[in-house]
């Protein structure tokens, strides 16, 4: 059978290329921490996938280095007087890795298969704004009605029911277009090297599970000529102080991460290559409420409950009743000392969290749990308190499991909060660890944990992202949150007609779920990571993306 014309050409665009491109092209190796999930970009929900597919693809609208939306595959946009209808303009003669063009009515068709019930894309909740989405992907209409069309082929429209910061939404890797024909050919595979077509600044070549994943520049891609790094390998490095050895050993240029060790040592050690920024990020633990102990109904008799505690939305009814579930939420939650966490076991300038939406926002002031301004003492003293009285004690303590995916920062925290709760509260705890995608599919489920690892990164510098979550019965409830008092709190943001307001009531919907005690908050991030000194184009910003196209290695 003979070639198509876009199978022979690579050999030639990849001589003119050579010549074209910038000094310094070669390897760069980057650790990535835990395996990727995935590498279907709708399905991804973690930072370990997205990272690899800022690289193998591009939206209508990306970032550069800084973090500031740039276009992307589109080269404008515009939006109507009312904020509710977008429209992009492609650019010309845009190209898969495979050669075949690429426009706006197979940007349409991807966007309509991310939001299919099939997909179950986990991140389709964040575009609630856009018109019959949810419905969509409750299977209750076709995927034909979403509101977004193609008028001509570099056309791409969408249509809002509110006005929403849709461009910052279009970054995200559910927004970016995959190439349908080999998922219809491959199914599940098409994910696998020598299946995947992509658009973006790079391309997959390999990947060999539990080790490293290669992505090669893509000769296709409109800007092909200024990505200076030929080849990128991402690592998987789950363990984070093997990381660091590896990164001092001169295998590796970026860490993903760094490893809880005294702040002022690593800055000797390594000096300008440790990279420490702020980081739109919060770290707590998740509480599943719909199974014992912790779901609520569980009405306990206890005339005994403290006086003190009166207005803090834990007090009993008349009759002396408690609820048990609530109690213990919030006792273990008093009971964690945040100075000692971020002080002595993450220790790179993290912030002691009480509440869910990190500062830095603009114009949004942060919520946090009534009791913050309590010294730790006082805040030990009413976990006491809360956990006799909902029926425990030394004859009859909480066992409980707490649930972590395999790293070693996350399993210092783990045994760290551990201790916190059994000298303070004496509960028993067993800790679980688990691999990554294992960890995913059990806190999804939420039939076997109990506490666990939870947190949440912005994919867009909006308090809302950090809150929308809670407000379904999405993938992303890890949970099982479920108060008609937050979702329309929700609501009311939603329909807000000036910032102000959108403010107020999304504040409001935060301190409902800081309330119900649904998490455990510990601290807001900071981005960590150790950066090779030839490493040139790596710069700070708020998200910590870092694509690949935007970095160079200098003799």
């Not at 000094?23 to 973690?46: I, V």
């Not at 300038?349 to 730790?376: C, D, K, R």
């Not at 108060?483 to 935060?510: I, N, Q, Y």
């Amino acid at each position: 059978m003979p070639a198509r014309r876009h199978d022979l050409m690579p050999s030639v665009a990849a001589l003119l290329l050579s010549i074209a491109m910038p000094a310094g092209a070669s390897t760069l190796e980057r650790g990535n921490g835990p395996e990727p999930s995935t590498l279907d970009a709708h399905k991804c929900q973690e930072v370990a996938c997205g990272n690899v597919l800022r690289d193998l693809y591009e939206g209508l609208v990306t970032e550069d280095a800084r973090g500031r939306l740039v276009p992307g595959i589109a080269e404008h946009w515009r939006v109507s007087a009312d904020g509710r209808t977008w429209t992009f303009r492609l650019r010309d003669g845009l190209r898969w890795s495979n050669g075949e063009a690429l426009d706006a009515p197979q940007v349409v068709a991807s966007f309509r298969r991310a939001f299919s019930p099939a997909t179950a894309a986990p991140f389709g909740e964040l575009f609630d704004a856009l018109h019959n989405a949810q419905a969509v992907q409750a299977g209750r209409v076709a995927a034909t009605a979403l509101g977004v069309d193609a008028p001509d082929p570099r056309t791409v429209v969408f249509r809002l029911d509110r006005s929403a910061a849709l461009p910052a939404l279009l970054t995200l890797p559910i927004a970016f277009p995959v190439y349908l024909p080999a998922i219809a050919r491959y199914g599940a595979q098409y994910t696998r090297p020598g299946h995947l077509v992509s658009n973006g600044a790079y391309r997959l070549s390999a990947w060999t599970p539990q080790a490293n994943l290669i992505v090669e520049r893509n000769l296709r891609f409109h800007d092909a000529s200024n990505v200076a790094t030929a080849r990128v390998r991402f690592h998987v490095t789950e363990d984070a102080a093997a990381e660091l050895q590896r990164f001092a050993a001169g295998d590796l240029h970026i860490t993903e991460a760094v490893p809880p060790q005294p702040l002022a040592s690593l800055r000797a050690r390594f000096g300008d290559r440790l990279r420490l920024a702020p980081y739109i990020g919060a770290f707590w633990l998740g509480i599943t409420l719909t199974r014992p102990p912790f779901a609520d109904g569980d009405c306990i008799a206890t005339p005994a409950y403290p006086r003190q505690m009166a207005g803090d939305g834990l007090s009993p009814s008349r009759s002396g009743c408690l609820d048990r579930g609530h109690a213990l939420r919030r006792a273990l939650s008093l009971a964690v000392d945040r100075d000692i966490l971020t002080r002595h076991v993450t220790g790179f300038g993290e912030m002691p969290a009480f509440g869910v939406v990190p500062p830095g926002i603009e114009g949004y002031p942060s919520a946090s749990v009534h009791w913050s301004g309590l010294t730790q003492a006082e805040r030990e003293r009413r976990a006491r308190d809360l956990y006799r009285a909902a029926g425990y004690g030394p004859r009859h303590p909480l066992e409980i499991e707490l649930r972590y995916n395999t790293s070693t920062p996350h399993r210092r925290l783990a045994l760290a909060v551990a201790a916190m709760w059994r000298d303070v509260l004496g509960v028993r705890v067993r800790l679980r660890n688990e691999e990554w995608k294992v960890f995913v599919g059990n806190r999804k489920r939420r039939v076997l944990t109990q506490v666990f690892r939870g947190g949440w990164i912005a994919d867009v510098p909006d308090a809302r992202n950090f809150l929308v979550a809670f407000g379904s019965d999405g993938p992303l409830n890890w949970t099982g949150f479920d108060d008609p008092g937050f979702r329309a709190r929700l609501a009311k943001a939603d329909a807000a007609r000036s910032p102000v307001a959108r403010s107020a009531w999304l504040h409001a919907a935060e301190t409902r779920l800081l309330q119900a005690d649904a998490i455990i908050p510990l601290y807001f991030y900071t981005s960590k990571h150790l950066v090779d000194a030839r490493v040139r184009g790596f710069e700070p910003n708020a998200l910590d993306r870092h694509a690949s196209r935007w970095l160079t290695i200098v003799p």
